[in-house]
């Protein structure tokens, strides 16, 4: 099983990144997908929780940091899901981590992790 994250870089506050999280392994299904940061010195903290029901509905939640500049996806033929991140600000500044909880309706125990993808924004 591997969660290949990348899609991070240098941008400029306001700028745009999205993120990709590829899956191999297993197929994504009725599982809990996530991405969480850690910026430095601080704590792990999660991003975004998207909840699958089935193929076409899933429940998505963000953090309040988010608002509402970042939005889920996801490609089910290529199993991989995105995050766009929109109007950056420096504090966004951090690694990005995605995840995955198999089979689960919740986002606060991840069985699988990608190693991250860093995010810079600067001033």
């Known amino acids: 099983v591997q969660l290949q994250a990348s899609g991070g870089g240098l941008v400029h506050s306001g700028g745009s990144l999205r993120l990709s999280c590829a899956v191999s392994?297993?197929?994504?299904?009725?599982?809990?997908i996530a991405w969480f940061r850690q910026a430095p010195g601080k704590e792990r903290e999660e991003v975004s929780c998207?909840?699958?029901?089935?193929?076409?509905?899933?429940?998505?939640t963000y953090a309040d940091f988010v608002k509402g500049r970042f939005s889920f996806d996801r490609d089910i033929a290529k199993n991989t899901f995105y995050l766009q991140m929109n109007s950056l600000e420096p504090e966004d500044t951090a690694v990005y981590y995605c995840?995955?909880?198999?089979?689960?309706?919740?986002?606060?125990?991840?069985?699988?992790w990608g190693k991250g993808t860093l995010v810079t924004v600067s001033s």
């Open positions: 995840a995955v909880a198999r089979s689960s309706y919740h986002c606060s125990r991840m069985d699988y």
């Open positions: 998207v909840t699958t029901v089935d193929r076409l509905t899933y429940y998505q």
């Open positions: 392994g297993f197929t994504l299904d009725r599982d809990a």
